[in-house]
C-alpha cells in the first residue's frame, strides 16, 4: 500500500497495489477491491467537502454524489464477492461478530 497523507488525508488517486507483479488468477480480485478503496475514499471526500462548503447547493450535490458512491462500493463488492467465496464468508463471520459483541 503506498498511501500518502496529504493535509491530514489520505489520498488514494494512484492505484495502491503494484498491478503488473500479480498473478493472473487474482488481478481481477485486487482491481475490485482498489475499486472499492477508490469509491470508499470518493465518500470521505465528498462528505468532507459537504462540510467545507458554504454553498447549500453544493453541499446537497456533494451529498447525492456521496450517496451514490455508496451504490458503486456495492457493486464492486457484489462483483468481488462471486470471485472470492473466501471474502463472502468471511464478511458474514465478521458481522456475526460484531453482532455477538454487540449483543
Ligand atoms: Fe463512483
Known sequence: MSLKPIG?????????????RVKKEVLDKEILRSAMIAELDAIN???????????????KLLLDVAREEKTHVGEFQAL?????????????????EVEELME
Open 8 to 20: 491530514g488525508t489520505m489520498m488514494l488517486s494512484k492505484i495502491p497495489i503494484d498491478l503488473e
Open 45 to 59: 471526500l465528498y462528505e468532507q467537502m459537504a462540510d467545507m462548503t458554504q454553498n447549500k447547493n453544493i453541499r
Open 80 to 96: 468481488l464477492l462471486m470471485k472470492d467465496k473466501e471474502q463472502e464468508k468471511e464478511l458474514k463471520e465478521g458481522k456475526k
